[in-house]
């Protein structure tokens, strides 16, 4: 409730709309994160972490020394009640005014003390007073009567405070409770700093500094540190003192003055204090006359609160620095600082006018700055989620003393009232203020080594100053020869102590050693952050593309399966027009007769090939068993007298032009009254188509090509065509070829029945002329003059008109009937068919892409060459 915060019911279940979610991953991605894990090496983190980079340089018992950390502890807040009557305790015997007799000599000094004290007593106070002591941590504060009555204000009870020091403590105890705990921290390492909050007059400096009479917890706590160093010989540690105010003089501004002894005007640069002296101090005694002389540099005024009232907030710093043999120690460096500042004043309490008003201002600003960074403090201890107001940019006293008002280091507070009625607001207002103090924690302090930027700063200017001190002594001519005496004197003893330097060059180095190795520690952690992240990239990419490489080797089998496919449609196309174009070879290679071994030889497979499809065939025929058996025999006759065939052929080849025309005559004549025939007689019908292809080699290229697709739409019935046509021609001619002695086996009967059948194509084929007419083939020469008589022929193209070439139509021929078209050229070249076919030929070129001149050239290598061939033919 005292946050603001919305008091929530127990049985409520707070439930968040919009839920923080992750974004699933995808099966796919899964299942290639758990291979790319399995693939990819994990990252050697417990290598890393096992490098000479400890987590934290405390645990580190050898360079850890200089930093410690403490457990929660909370701010401790003392109270302590200024007595009523002043005079009254001075005469009762105040056992803290131990030198009553030297009442006069009261320190520090105010020449306007009397006159003050004469104003203060015109108007008589009650004796009454307005805070009572419960128990050592608890007060009540009871407003006077004519509050209760107006404001109807009642009793409060302030408790918690770590302990209430009465009117009638001393300084000592108050030192033994409070300081001197302090003070036993700083020795064992502990910084800490105490500071003395309260209204003008009650008695804050009095607690600080106290008195020659009544030393206040300076001057105590100087006097147990040097003791404790006394006591113990084995250890040598040194001291340095440094003391400043922060003053606004006539409210122009913040400003901070050294009050060492030749201190000046100091700057603060980052929260850093520049050009502040340190002063070496070895004796308690000479640090209190150091604090005394930085007293009476201090401003201060009289106002109608306090005769001695302070106008700056004033700041003491005692440094400890271990020697050398300690550097390993925890308790090398220390820091102690006590804060007196200014109290808060009311206009009307004090009576301030023109430049104490102004100043009161500065001092109020302060002190409520002061207040406000404590109380952000705690709230942002109780709610985290409240941020640390940066209320401490508002004052450099409170820049100075960042640190510990974010609870970064330990801090103390003493609290001083006045108990009389007429304080009872400036008392309640306090208290009010403070008590939620008492529940600040120093979470895990951690206690910077004499090398933090503050210290090094100072040193450094001490150490500085010291060099400028003994390089140009004239400079201390000037101001006096008894502060040249104290410089010299003060800054002798560290330069006579070489192991003290030599402690304090250790120190910084060990110093610039720990902050690399922090530096370094924090570089290794955003170095392996940013490798998970990129870790993490690397994965996600990895995992993108394996999904990838899956897609690509799928499509990759689908593309296989698509070109087998496709191969397979191919091969079974391509195996259709092969056997079309084979077979259609083997026509045109019996009907003109090639004799050269290439041609031959392929001639001869082919060969083998239409017999074997030929008895294929007829076994699927269903021929009679006492046929079947003869089949083969019969099939071999036709191979030996294919040999005839051929040669028949040849001769009527080797038949001059006319003949030529008249066979083709023949063969047009033959074919058209074959249409005519009935086709129920296979053997007929298989001798008219081999005579349309017979005919094929010498008609036109319309023709081609309608008998080539009929070959590419029949290439089954070509081959039994072709095969009848074969064995029709075999019977036609006269068996030369004696057929094999395990052929011969085969029963005549069967190749006499057969023979009926067979003399009807031998008379079919008795059209052909000069069949009975085959020259020898040995005569090769002949043939040869022969041929060379038809190229004559034919290149003359006066000795016959049909030579004379048509203008062709470019029509596109399949392969086989190109191959077709070459070979009839190479016969009939001086025939009216070459015209024909080199026609055919040049339409193919119907889009003019090629010259007709051109393709005519090529057609005449071919001629050339084939011709070239026939000239090695070996009859
Ligand atoms: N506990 C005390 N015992 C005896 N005298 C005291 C005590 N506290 C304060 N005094 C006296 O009261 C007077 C005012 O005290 P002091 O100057 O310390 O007040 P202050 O809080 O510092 O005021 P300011 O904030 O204006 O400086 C001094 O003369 C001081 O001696």
């Not at 304080?423 to 008590?435: E, G, I, P, V």
């Amino acid at each position: 409730m005292e946050d603001g915060s919305p008091v929530q019911c127990p049985n409520t279940v707070t439930v968040r709309r919009n839920p923080h979610r992750r974004a699933r991953a995808t099966p796919a991605a899964k299942a290639a994160e758990s291979n790319l894990t399995s693939a990819i090496s994990s990252f050697p983190l417990q290598e890393i972490l096992a490098m000479d980079v400890p987590q934290n340089p405390k645990d580190n018992s050898s360079a850890s020394s200089s930093v410690q950390t403490s457990l929660s502890e909370n701010l401790k807040v003392y109270l302590r009640v200024r007595p009523l009557q002043l005079k009254n305790l001075k005469k009762s015997g105040n056992p803290g005014d131990q030198n009553s007799s030297r009442s006069g000599h009261v320190w520090p000094q105010n020449p306007q003390k009397k006159k003050a004290a004469k104003e203060k007593n015109v108007k008589k106070k009650s004796n009454e007073a307005c805070i009572t002591i419960n128990d050592d941590h608890s007060v009540t504060v009871c407003p006077p009567m004519a509050l209760q009555e107006t404001r109807r204000s009642k009793s409060e009870v302030y408790e918690g405070f770590s302990h209430v020091f009465s009117m009638e403590s001393s300084q000592d105890e108050v030192y033994e409770r409070m300081v001197s705990p302090l003070v036993e921290d700083f020795l064992k390492g502990k910084s800490g700093m105490l500071t003395a909050l309260g209204p003008s007059g009650s008695g804050k400096t009095h607690t600080i500094f106290g008195s020659p009479r009544v030393p206040g917890m300076v001057p105590l706590a100087l006097q147990h540190i040097f003791r404790t160093e006394s006591s113990d010989s084995k250890t040598s540690r040194s001291y340095y003192l440094s003391i400043f105010e922060i003053y606004s003089e006539k409210g122009k501004g913040e400003k901070m003055y050294d009050l060492s002894a030749d201190g000046g005007e100091l700057t603060m640069q980052q929260f850093t204090i520049k050009g502040l002296k340190e002063v070496l101090i070895s004796k308690a005694g000479e640090a209190e006359s150091l604090v005394a002389c930085a007293m009476t540099k201090r401003a201060t005024a009289i106002t109608n609160a306090n005769s001695t009232s302070s106008r700056s907030q004033c700041i003491i710093n005692v440094r400890r620095v271990a020697n050398q043999d300690e550097v390993e120690d925890a308790s090398n460096c220390a820091i102690l600082t006590i804060a007196d500042l200014a109290g808060a004043e009311k206009e009307k309490r004090t009576g301030n006018q023109g430049t104490r008003l102004l100043e009161a201002n500065f001092i109020n600003n302060t002190s409520m700055v002061f207040g406000l960074c404590l109380r952000s403090l705690f709230e942002h201890q109780r709610n985290p989620k409240k941020p640390l107001q940066k209320h401490f940019q508002n004052s450099l006293l409170t820049k100075y003393l960042r640190d510990y008002l974010e609870g970064k280091k330990r801090m103390t507070l003493i609290l001083t009232v006045k108990a009389g009625e007429e304080d009872y607001l400036d008392t309640t207002f306090l208290l009010r203020q403070a008590s939620p103090y008492m529940k600040i924690k120093f979470n895990n302090v951690v206690e910077p080594s004499n090398t933090n930027k503050r210290q090094l700063q100072t040193l450094c200017t001490f150490e500085e100053q010291k060099r400028t001190k003994y390089s140009v002594p004239e400079a201390c001519v000037n101001e006096g020869k008894r502060h040249h005496k104290e410089d010299l004197l003060a800054h002798e003893e560290p330069s006579g102590h070489p192991k003290g330097t030599a402690t304090e060059s250790s120190r910084t180095e060990l110093a610039g050693i720990e902050r690399n190795h922090l530096i370094l520690q924090n570089f290794s952690q955003a170095i392996w952050k940013t490798l998970k992240q990129y870790r993490d990239k690397l994965k996600s990419a990895e995992n993108e593309n394996q999904i990838l490489r899956e897609e690509i080797r799928q499509e990759k089998m689908r593309y296989f399966e698509l070109e087998k496919q496709w191969q397979s449609t191919r091969c079974s196309t391509c195996s259709k027009k092969d056997c079309a174009e084979a077979d259609s070879s083997v026509e045109v290679a019996s009907n003109f007769e090639l004799n050269s071994d290439l041609e031959e030889h392929r001639f001869n497979n082919s060969h083998k090939i239409i017999v074997n499809s030929f008895i294929k065939v007829k076994e699927s025929e269903g021929k009679s068993p006492e046929r079947r058996g003869s089949s083969l025999y019969e099939d071999i006759n036709c191979c030996s007298k294919l040999d005839e065939v051929k040669e028949a052929h040849t001769d009527s080849i080797d038949e001059t032009t006319p003949r030529n025309k008249c066979n083709t005559a023949k063969k047009l004549t033959y074919v058209e009254a074959d249409d005519s025939c009935p086709t129920t007689n296979p053997i007929a019908f298989s001798t008219q188509q081999s005579h349309k292809l017979v005919k094929h080699d010498s008609c036109s290229s319309v023709e081609l090509d309608k008998l080539s697709e009929q070959e590419e739409s029949t290439s089954v019935e070509s081959h039994l065509q072709i095969g009848s046509n074969i064995h029709c021609d075999a019977h036609a001619c006269e068996t030369q070829l004696v057929p094999d002695t395990s052929l011969n086996q085969s029963t005549s009967e069967e190749s006499d029945r057969d023979s009926g059948a067979l003399n009807e194509d031998q008379e079919l084929l008795g059209e052909f002329p000069d069949s009975q007419h085959v020259p020898p083939t040995e005569d090769v020469e002949s043939y040869q003059e022969q041929e060379h008589k038809k190229d004559v022929h034919c290149s003359d193209p006066s000795t016959d008109n049909s030579c004379k070439l048509e203008k062709p139509k470019r029509r596109l021929l399949p392969a086989s009937s190109t191959l077709l078209r070459d070979f009839s050229n190479m016969h009939v070249e001086d025939d009216i068919e070459a015209s024909k076919v080199l026609f055919a030929y040049q339409q193919v070129n119907r889009n003019g892409k090629k010259s007709a001149k051109g393709e005519k050239l090529r057609t005449q290598g071919n001629i050339s060459l084939i011709r070239m061939l026939k000239s090695n033919l070996r009859f």
